[in-house]
């Protein structure tokens, strides 16, 4: 502990005596300070002791007395220590009567005890409370390590926790509790959520401090990781700041736990180049050589049903082929990040691939990575109609397109599916289309393309301009027809019109539009035509 004005006290060698305050002698002194001025308070910084002979004070004016020490306790002076036997005999009842007033501690200095004296002791008391420190802390850091190299991150916790007098917890990239020291906290840990997300998104190292959940505690949050995106974050919640010692635990715990969360970068990108090496072999149809090269890494990814995720992120307004902004790559890594994390939680197998201006996914069908995939994509999907009900627009957006559970042989026709659903969801202005999704709904909402509308509104204009002209509902009379597959009974019945009248208006589409309904072909064009202009209606 720092020096105190108690321990000055029963300093044997200082032989100070306490004339007022002597409930307050348990506060710690920072320095020990000499001044004789009338107004020391300008050179103050808070904790001193501040020690004098009263040259140039009128000390026993009551008034000036209340006053100069009011200005000492404003400013952070912790003790007065008064020297006797120099200007004053005795310390002037108006300078006690202030001191006591004010709650100051007065000590009294005894002529044979120089103020150097006291400066020296206070100096020494900081130094081997520094030193004490500093000695714990290496300790400490001596004892974090050997937690983390036999029990891994939850014994780091552990010991931490214990070297902090309170809690920890970690967190992995996605803002998930790990875990926790001890298994209380777990409740305190999850309810900081919030605030981890919010320092994830400024570059590592960051660090910042909340109050804890119901001002229970002090919680620092530090992020973990070296890149600019922070891989992990540690909580620690104590009752009050830590001190040199738990700060020297805390530094030493970030230190660790960064080197057991964040892998090298070489051990990363030779990671990534397997990866793609097995998503080719499987994509060219070589399961087999792809089994053989993810070996433990990847293979228990390939012995069950998967699925294939393609996701892009491309700038509102923008094709993919006029490149890709700094905040895409960001779209792109957060989805990676919370596929990964949540393969990780659950234990599964995982492989992630960067393709160009893609992400490239492969998980286990009906597993956590999946999961985790579909909760994101519908929090963006529900974000992006908030947006655009707000009049939000330019945002960067992200397409998903995941395909149906296949095998390691049907790899490269998962990747299509995958491709289709991905074009479809960028045509619906979807964040996320599931390709099973394409064959149980119809295929109409698939033509909402401008070529399309544009093929729909030049074959249709001739008869839509004709019966603007009040000579007959030529419109109306081809879909009644189509829509009851050339029946003329039927078909004049929808209509209300003889059937003969139905006939001639048919000689007169064909007419008009130089085609002949009896070419199925063209029948069919003629209704994809009216159902896409009915549907932009």
Same mark, same amino acid.
Request: glycine share 10%; with cysteine; proline share 5%.
């Given at each position: 502990?720092?020096?105190?004005?108690?321990?000055?006290?029963?300093?044997?060698?200082?032989?100070?005596?306490?004339?007022? $305050?002597?409930?307050?002698?348990?506060? @710690?002194?920072?320095?020990?300070?000499?001044?004789?001025?009338?107004?020391?308070?300008?050179?103050?910084?808070?904790?001193?002791?501040?020690?004098?002979?009263?040259?140039?004070?009128?000390?026993?004016?009551?008034?000036?007395?209340?006053?100069?020490?009011?200005?000492?306790?404003?400013?952070?002076?912790?003790?007065?220590?008064?020297?006797?036997?120099?200007?004053?005999?005795?310390? @002037?009842? %108006?300078?006690?009567?202030?001191?006591?007033?004010?709650?100051?501690?007065?000590?009294?200095?005894? +002529?044979?005890?120089?103020?150097?004296?006291?400066?020296?002791?206070? *100096?020494?008391?900081?130094?081997?409370?520094?030193?004490?420190?500093?000695?714990?802390?290496?300790? %400490?850091?001596?004892?974090?390590?050997?937690?983390?190299?036999?029990?891994?991150?939850?014994?780091?916790?552990?010991?931490?926790?214990?070297?902090?007098?309170?809690?920890?917890?970690?967190?992995?990239?996605?803002?998930?509790?790990?875990?926790?020291?001890?298994?209380?906290?777990?409740?305190?840990?999850?309810?900081?959520?919030?605030?981890?997300?919010?320092? +994830?998104?400024? =570059?590592?190292? &960051? *660090?910042?401090?909340?109050?804890? =959940?119901?001002?229970?505690?002090?919680?620092?949050?530090?992020?973990?990781?070296?890149?600019?995106?922070?891989?992990?974050?540690?909580?620690? $919640?104590?009752? %009050?700041?830590?001190?040199?010692?738990?700060?020297?635990?805390? !530094?030493?715990?970030?230190?660790?736990?960064?080197?057991?969360?964040?892998?090298?970068?070489?051990?990363?990108?030779?990671?990534?180049?397997?990866?793609?090496?097995?998503?080719?072999?499987?994509?060219?149809?070589?399961?087999?050589?792809?089994?053989?090269?993810?070996?433990?890494?990847?293979? *228990?990814?390939?012995?069950?049903?998967?699925?294939?995720?393609?996701?892009?992120?491309?700038?509102?307004?923008?094709?993919?082929?006029?490149?890709?902004? @700094?905040?895409?790559?960001?779209?792109?890594?957060?989805?990676?990040?919370?596929?990964?994390?949540?393969?990780?939680?659950?234990?599964?197998?995982?492989?992630?691939?960067?393709?160009?201006?893609?992400?490239?996914?492969?998980?286990?069908?009906?597993?956590?990575?999946?999961?985790?995939? $579909?909760?994101?994509?519908?929090?963006?999907?529900?974000? +992006?109609?908030?947006?655009?009900?707000?009049?939000?627009?330019?945002?960067?957006?992200?397409?998903?397109?995941?395909?149906?559970?296949?095998?390691?042989?049907? &790899?490269?026709?998962?990747?299509?599916?995958?491709?289709?659903?991905?074009?479809?969801?960028?045509?619906?202005?979807?964040?996320?289309?599931?390709?099973?999704?394409?064959?149980?709904?119809?295929?109409?909402?698939?033509?909402?393309?401008?070529?399309?509308?544009?093929?729909?509104?030049?074959?249709?204009?001739?008869?839509?301009?004709?019966?603007?002209?009040?000579?007959?509902?030529?419109?109306?009379?081809?879909?009644?027809?189509?829509?009851?597959? $050339?029946?003329?009974?039927?078909?004049?019945?929808?209509?209300?019109?003889?059937? !003969?009248?139905?006939?001639?208006?048919?000689?007169?589409?064909?007419?008009?539009?130089?085609?002949?309904?009896?070419? @199925?072909?063209?029948?069919?064009?003629?209704?994809?035509?009216?159902?896409?202009?009915?549907?932009?209606?």
């Amino acid at each position: 502990m720092p020096p105190t004005l108690a321990s000055l006290v029963h300093h044997s060698a200082l032989k100070l005596t306490v004339r007022a $305050g002597e409930d307050r002698l348990d506060v @710690p002194v920072r320095w020990a300070h000499v001044s004789e001025l009338a107004d020391p308070v300008p050179y103050m910084e808070g904790g001193e002791l501040l020690l004098i002979t009263a040259l140039k004070l009128d000390a026993e004016d009551p008034q000036a007395m209340r006053r100069y020490v009011k200005r000492l306790v404003g400013a952070g002076v912790v003790g007065l220590g008064f020297a006797v036997g120099v200007n004053y005999e005795d310390i @002037p009842e %108006a300078l006690v009567d202030a001191a006591a007033g004010e709650g100051l501690p007065l000590l009294e200095v005894p +002529r044979r005890t120089p103020f150097l004296a006291i400066s020296k002791a206070v *100096s020494a008391a900081i130094a081997a409370d520094q030193y004490r420190a500093v000695t714990a802390g290496f300790a %400490a850091q001596r004892e974090l390590t050997r937690q983390a190299l036999t029990d891994g991150p939850e014994g780091l916790l552990s010991a931490l926790a214990s070297q902090v007098d309170g809690w920890a917890a970690l967190y992995d990239a996605s803002g998930a509790v790990v875990a926790t020291a001890p298994e209380w906290a777990g409740r305190r840990a999850a309810r900081l959520t919030a605030d981890v997300e919010r320092l +994830r998104e400024r =570059p590592a190292p &960051a *660090s910042s401090v909340v109050g804890g =959940p119901d001002n229970e505690d002090r919680v620092e949050l530090h992020s973990l990781g070296t890149g600019r995106r922070p891989r992990a974050a540690l909580a620690v $919640g104590t009752a %009050a700041a830590p001190g040199t010692a738990e700060r020297y635990a805390v !530094h030493s715990a970030i230190a660790l736990l960064t080197l057991t969360t964040e892998r090298s970068r070489s051990l990363r990108a030779a990671e990534q180049r397997l990866g793609a090496a097995v998503l080719r072999m499987l994509l060219a149809g070589e399961p087999d050589h792809a089994r053989a090269v993810a070996g433990d890494l990847y293979g *228990s990814l390939l012995d069950a049903p998967f699925r294939v995720v393609v996701a892009e992120a491309v700038p509102a307004g923008r094709t993919a082929a006029e490149g890709r902004s @700094p905040r895409e790559g960001d779209l792109l890594g957060a989805l990676a990040e919370v596929v990964e994390s949540a393969a990780a939680r659950a234990g599964e197998a995982v492989l992630v691939v960067a393709e160009g201006e893609r992400l490239v996914v492969l998980a286990a069908d009906g597993g956590a990575a999946v999961g985790a995939c $579909g909760e994101y994509t519908a929090g963006l999907e529900a974000g +992006r109609a908030v947006g655009e009900q707000g009049g939000a627009a330019g945002e960067d957006e992200l397409v998903v397109g995941v395909s149906a559970p296949v095998g390691p042989v049907a &790899a490269a026709a998962a990747y299509k599916q995958a491709e289709q659903a991905l074009s479809v969801a960028r045509r619906r202005g979807r964040v996320c289309v599931e390709h099973e999704q394409l064959a149980a709904g119809s295929v109409v909402p698939l033509l909402a393309d401008d070529a399309v509308r544009a093929f729909a509104d030049g074959l249709l204009r001739p008869l839509y301009e004709h019966d603007a002209t009040g000579r007959g509902d030529l419109v109306a009379s081809l879909r009644a027809w189509l829509s009851r597959h $050339g029946q003329w009974d039927a078909a004049a019945a929808d209509l209300g019109v003889h059937r !003969h009248t139905l006939r001639y208006r048919m000689r007169r589409v064909e007419e008009i539009l130089g085609r002949s309904l009896d070419d @199925p072909d063209v029948r069919m064009e003629l209704w994809l035509a009216l159902k896409t202009t009915s549907t932009e209606q």
